[in-house]
């Protein structure tokens, strides 16, 4: 005669299940948060790299530094166009003005962040001490992972683009020439 069971076996299996489907959840989850934190800091870590840059060719232009400044305002749909008087600047044989230099480092390093970054661009302001600073500026993709608030660096924007419909992702450097 066998012996009547209850059903315990059963439910230590459905437990089992259940403990295991959340921790699968949970190590799925913890995924998902790292890849986004990889990707904003692939994102991080151009937006530096064309900040540097563009530092650099200010540095190497100080006459022109002026013209560096943005007379734009930060559009990810709009593309860019290429300056009339900066194709000089890149042949050897050619001696292009200082202003001419700016408008051709402008137009290339704007390009470099848009082919580098989602909706990326750069926009150089005035300032403090009579320095200035380079924005770069992108669009964080809506995927799951990145849109974490804490990854955020939104907070870093000047004011206006604060306010812009497009909630660009900012990375400021200072530099003084």
């Given amino acids: 005669m066998r012996p009547k069971q209850s059903g315990s076996g059963l439910i230590e299996v459905l437990v089992a299940v259940v403990v295991l489907s959340v921790g699968l959840l949970s190590m799925l989850w913890a995924q998902t948060k790292s890849m986004g934190y990889q990707r904003t800091a692939e994102f991080r870590n151009m937006a530096a790299q064309i900040a540097t840059e563009y530092a650099d060719r200010m540095r190497a232009n100080v006459a022109g530094a002026d013209h560096y400044l943005s007379s734009y305002r930060y559009d990810p749909t ?10 000089k600047c890149h042949t050897a044989t050619e001696v292009c003005s200082a202003a001419e230099m700016a408008e051709s480092d402008q137009y290339d390093l704007r390009v470099m962040a848009r082919n580098s970054m989602p909706g990326g661009d750069v926009l150089v302001t005035r300032g403090q001490n009579s320095g200035y600073d380079i924005w770069v500026v992108w669009i964080q993709p809506n995927v799951p992972g990145l849109d974490d608030p804490a990854l955020s660096s939104a907070v870093f924007c000047p004011d206006d683009l604060k306010r812009d ?9 200072g530099v003084s020439l």
């Fill in 165 to 173: 419909k497009h909630k660009p992702q900012c990375l400021q450097l």
């Fill in 78 to 87: 709009q593309g860019f166009s290429r300056p009339n008087s900066g194709e």
